[in-house]
Every structure is written in C-alpha cells, then in structure tokens.
C-alpha cells in the first residue's frame, strides 16, 4: 500500500516550458487535491477533483489545469510556466465516507522556474 | 473570512518544556480543526484533530484546546522531544461539496535537546 505517489519529485524548467505533475493514489478515495506551499503562505489549494471524471478551482488556480480521467490519478498540467510556479506541490486525497477523514498527502514535487 | 491565521511563526523549546501554537479563525461554517505535522521532505501527516463541539482533545502528549466564542484553538505538545521538531500547520474546514481545507501559515518547531 503505497498511499499517495507523486511523479516526479524534483523538476527544474525554463519560463514557458510546459510540463505535467502526476499524482497516483491507491487508497480508492473519492476526493484529490493540488497544493502548492510557498514559505511563509502555508498550503494554498489549487484545484480538486470530488470524483473521476470532475474537477473544480481552489484558491489559487490561474496557469494551472488538470484532470482526472481515472480515479486514482490526478494530474496537474502548467502550459506554460512562470517563475512565479516556483514552489512545492503537493497533492493529498481523502475519502467520500466521512466529513472528518484526514487528508492524505505525497511526499511533494520540488518544481524551480528559471 | 476563509482565512486561518497562526502564531508564532517559528518556536524554539527545550526538551521537556511544553511547546504552544496559536491559530484562529473567521468563518464560523468552518466544523472541523485538523493539526498537521511535517518533517523536512516529506508530506503533512494528520496529527489530531478537534470538532467545534468539545473544547479539548488529548492524544498522548498532544492536545488541542478549542474555544468556539472566541474562534481560537492551539495545539500544546507537552514533554517536547527533538523528534518533534518538524513544521505544524493548523486548519479547517466545513462540510461540504469537496471539503476544502483551509490552512494556516505554519510553524517551524525546534526542540533543543
């Protein structure tokens, strides 16, 4: 049971480069999210996903898009990257069942813009 | 009103003392107050967590104390260790479509041994 893998784990691209984060859960859970933590700003969502096939804006989701066409995946695509996407993503997912189930999050992507 | 304010932004804490962090919030939706710890590299993990309908939670040497009318809750670490030096971050979050959690800024907590 490997919980949340995010794929890959450091990145480094030049502005304008496009480039897709991949998150894979094994746990059969309904809810996905996409954070990116910045110092000092916590964890700002970006977008989520209640269920295969759908997905909704969180805080902070302009130059970003995703999917999720299976539902253990999720994925966050940037088109074109700025350096203001420098950061640390994190996607975390959790089940439907109850109000109070934690959120269960990857071990991150470390992305720099250059 | 979606914001969730934390304090102080760093803490350094002798082993054994008790260690305190401070979060409050605005929206009074919000029905659900997780603490998550991280270590460096690594993902938040869920800690504890509290509903607005008791005022104190005890896991261990972890509690959270709750005050719903002043729309405050801290997390105090009792006999804190080195190993709790990590990154804690406070949140909330309403029932609902999709359940956002909202979180706050963050604490960095090091424990001198």
């Known amino acids: 049971n490997a919980g949340v893998t995010q794929t890959p784990k450091f990145r480094v691209l030049k502005t304008g480069q496009s480039m897709t984060l991949l998150c894979a859960q094994d746990?059969?859970?309904?809810?996905m999210y996409w954070y990116r933590q910045d110092p000092g700003m916590g964890l700002r969502l970006i977008h989520y996903s209640v269920g295969e096939g759908t997905t909704a804006k969180g805080e902070v989701p302009d130059g970003y898009n995703v999917s999720r066409l299976k539902k253990q995946n999720f994925l966050l695509g940037l088109e074109s990257a700025a350096p203001s996407q420098t950061s640390v993503y994190f996607c975390a997912s959790r089940p439907l069942s109850s109000y109070n189930s934690p959120l269960h999050f990857g071990n991150g992507t470390r992305l720099t813009v250059t | 009103q979606q914001q969730v304010k934390q304090s102080p932004q760093s803490l350094i804490v002798q082993k054994g003392g008790i260690s305190i962090i401070n979060c409050a919030y605005e929206?009074?939706?919000?029905?659900?107050f997780p603490w998550y710890q991280q270590f460096p590299g690594k993902g938040p993990a869920l800690l504890i967590a509290i509903r607005p309908d008791v005022s104190e939670k005890k896991e261990g040497r972890f509690t959270i104390s709750f005050n719903k009318s002043a729309k405050q809750f801290s997390l105090h670490i009792m006999d804190s260790q080195p190993g709790d030096s990590a990154t804690y971050f406070c949140?909330?979050?309403?029932?609902?479509?999709?359940?956002?959690?909202?979180f706050g800024p963050g604490t960095r907590l090091s424990v001198l041994p």
């Open positions: 949140a909330a979050s309403r029932t609902g479509y999709g359940q956002n959690f909202v």
């Open positions: 746990m059969n859970h309904e809810y």
């Open positions: 929206n009074t939706a919000f029905d659900y």
